[in-house]
């Protein structure tokens, strides 16, 4: 076989197709808190429609009801489990303008 004729043949690797997401009988509903939850970040975020292999429709339908959910209280709008600590940071010298304002620059 020519080198020419190899480059246009498919690579013959297993493909194995991926279980959708949300089935056919699951209700997309701000009450249904194990199927909302899945499509939430660590951070309490909407993951994106890519991320979540989901249709347009699906991924609307998602997002609202998160959003319902978030609303009445039954999710929250951040995930506060990681307490955000403020790191040590050295304290910030005025800008340019200010150090004027200031008078802190001598001519």
Known sequence: MDKSK???????????????????GDRIDYRNMSLISRFISEQGKIL????????????????IAIKQARILSSLPFLNNEKQFERRESTTRTPGFRNRK???LLFN
Request: proline letters at 5%.
């Open 6 to 24: 190899r480059l246009f043949l498919k690579s013959k690797r297993s493909f194995r197709r991926r279980l959708p997401p949300i089935q056919s």
């Open 48 to 63: 994106s429609r890519r991320v979540n292999r989901l249709t347009l429709k699906e991924q609307r339908l998602i997002t």
């Open 101 to 103: 304002k200031m008078g």
